[in-house]
């Protein structure tokens, strides 16, 4: 039997990088695969990709930090699959390294919108059905600008260490009900979401700092194996955990 066989996974931000990479190698452990994006030809791809891979999937266009696209799309993923059973939050955008004192409220509400509001009005939508299963598995795509401070610019490296925060205390809250909340916590990895960046130039300057102390940049499927053992039983006594998947570079 495949590992995720007969589960239904909503992964967000699933039609490039980390979260296609997931939805793929869900799928083919068995899971039916809710592929989410803010751009629906890229999903919709994906999804028929996973279909002619012999898996299960649908393509749904949502903006994570649109609270009513959000109940829309977790509505249509049960009325799809019948369950949700796993939830990964992988969508994320990055904040162009910029310092505090450059921070606009448009920048600030932006970054916090994808990375924690998104997160938040997903995961209590999920949490409905789960706790009425009476299991279920939320993965959270941190980063390891969510446990060190040079990382990243303000809003970005805040909005990752309040995702921690959000799964470690919902794996704490529902533990007894059969849930479990982990985040995975990458380092560098060969994804697009620095595509069409403008980086601050002396913010970047200061993050890139301490580039030449990683050993290599990681491959989105190095990731989704990680997230694959999150959403498996092989991780069943795990929970509010924070995994860092970096190659080393933080224990410099």
């Known amino acids: 039997m495949k590992k995720l066989e007969n589960?239904?996974?909503?992964?967000?931000?699933a039609a490039s990088g980390m979260g296609k990479a997931i939805a793929r190698l869900f799928a083919l452990n068995g899971a039916k695969v809710v592929v989410v994006d803010l751009n629906p030809d890229d999903a919709m791809d994906t999804a028929e990709m996973i279909r002619m891979e012999v898996g299960h999937a649908i393509g749904l266009k949502c903006d994570v930090s649109n609270e009513i696209q959000v109940k829309k799309m977790v509505h249509a993923a049960q009325l799809e699959f019948g369950s949700i059973d796993i939830l990964v939050n992988n969508a994320g955008i990055m904040d162009d390294f910029t310092p505090l004192d450059k921070v606009t409220n448009e920048r600030w509400d932006k970054v916090m919108g994808v990375n924690i509001?998104?997160?938040?009005?997903?995961?209590?939508?999920?949490?409905?059905?789960?706790?009425?299963?009476?299991?279920g598995?939320?993965?959270h795509i941190s980063s390891i600008g969510g446990t060190h401070g040079a990382r990243a610019g303000l809003a970005y490296t805040t909005s990752k260490h309040a995702l921690i925060g959000m799964s470690r205390n919902i794996g704490f809250m529902y533990a007894k009900k059969?849930?479990?909340s982990n985040v995975i916590a990458p380092g560098g990895v060969n994804t697009n979401i620095m595509q069409n960046a403008l980086p601050d130039e002396e913010g970047a300057k200061l993050c890139?700092?301490?580039?030449?102390?990683m050993p290599r940049m990681g491959e989105p499927e190095e990731i989704a194996k990680i997230a694959l053992f999150l959403a498996s039983e092989d991780s069943s006594f795990v929970n509010g955990e924070v995994l860092t998947a970096d190659g080393g570079w933080t224990a410099y």
């Open 178 to 180: 059969g849930i479990r």
């Open 117 to 135: 509001n998104g997160p938040f009005y997903i995961s209590r939508e999920a949490i409905v059905p789960m706790l009425k299963q009476g299991k």
């Open 137 to 139: 598995v939320m993965i």
């Open 7 to 13: 589960k239904t996974a909503i992964v967000t931000g």
């Open 208 to 213: 890139s700092s301490g580039a030449a102390s």
